[in-house]
């Protein structure tokens, strides 16, 4: 048995279907085929697309009417639909790794899914034979080596893999050197629920609005208009806000003495955070207590 021939078979007869993003990739084998001298595979078409990198030996394809001659490091994507020819020089045995697998985008906006589009076109468009600079011999030998050892992890190594495959394949076919478009940032929902959390990760400390906004790397402008946007507090009040929220909870669900709160929450003193509360509910700590304790229905101003 050849080097990686058990892990071919296996890989034949693997399910591997998954979720990549926005990319869905169900994969029907992985594997390495070995052709004789003058030996291939008939004039075919399929449904999915094939990858084919030659990793020894020398012959041609023909495919979409172009006979192309394939070499050591060769590399080339069949798209649905086209008729191809592979074959091995008549005194040259030929060794590829190939793939075979469907790929859909999902319906996601943004920058990502325009890289998934342009994938997508690259695969389907360009049909060249062209010399691999992404090391896709290693990509392939990567992932029979994962299904031989076996190790804890190894179904997430081969998707991994299989995305770099992807990756690669892009890279080596894309007339596009520099990508067009840029990473996606986070709206201002998701910064301001990043924002309630870091505030609450940290409620135990004095927390400044230069501290949020060097740790966002947000003017204290833009900080206070996300803040403002989904609250209608500055951010200076908004934290305090937060934290009048845990001493409510401290307050009625634990007997811990008010200087104990203060440290738990950030305030320097008990007397400072008497004044911050009663300044947010209109009483003191010490009659919120009271009131939660007799049933009445106290109100966060």
């Known amino acids: 048995m050849c080097r990686f021939d058990d892990a071919s078979r296996i890989l034949r007869e693997a399910e591997i279907d998954f979720w990549f993003d926005n990319i869905h990739v169900n994969v029907d084998f992985i594997a390495v085929d070995r052709f004789k001298p003058g030996g291939g595979y008939e004039a075919h078409l399929h449904s999915k697309y094939e990858f084919h990198y030659i990793k020894a030996g020398r012959g041609y394809v023909d495919m979409t009417g172009r006979r192309s001659e394939l070499g050591p490091k060769s590399f080339y994507v069949c798209p ?64 029979f080596e994962e299904v031989e050892n076996g190790k804890v992890g190894f179904l997430l190594k081969i998707k991994s893999a299989i995305m770099d495959l992807l990756i690669a394949s892009l890279r080596n076919l894309s007339a596009l050197k520099d990508a067009e478009y840029s990473i996606p940032k986070k709206d201002d929902n998701r910064l301001f629920e990043l924002i309630r959390e870091y505030i609450n990760d940290n409620i135990d400390r004095c927390i400044s609005c230069t501290e949020l906004s060097k740790y966002f790397f947000l003017s204290e402008k833009q900080l206070n208009r996300i803040v403002m946007k989904y609250t209608g507090l500055t951010t200076y009040r908004f934290i305090t806000a937060c934290k009048i929220v845990t001493i409510k909870k401290l ?51």
């Open 80 to 143: 649905p639909g086209v008729v191809h020819r592979q074959v091995a020089d008549i005194d040259d045995p030929m060794v590829e790794y190939a793939m075979k697998c469907d790929l859909t985008i999902g319906e996601k906006k943004g920058a990502g899914n325009k890289e998934h589009n342009y994938l997508i076109e690259v695969l389907n468009s360009n049909t060249s034979v062209v010399k691999d600079n992404y090391m896709m011999d290693r990509i392939f030998e990567n992932i």
């Open 251 to 301: 307050l009625s669900d634990t007997d811990s003495k008010l200087s104990d709160i203060a440290k738990q929450t950030g305030f320097s003193s008990e007397f400072h955070l008497s004044n911050r509360f009663k300044q947010f509910t209109g009483m003191s700590p010490y009659q919120y207590r009271n009131k939660k304790i007799q049933g009445d229905d106290v109100i966060f101003v």
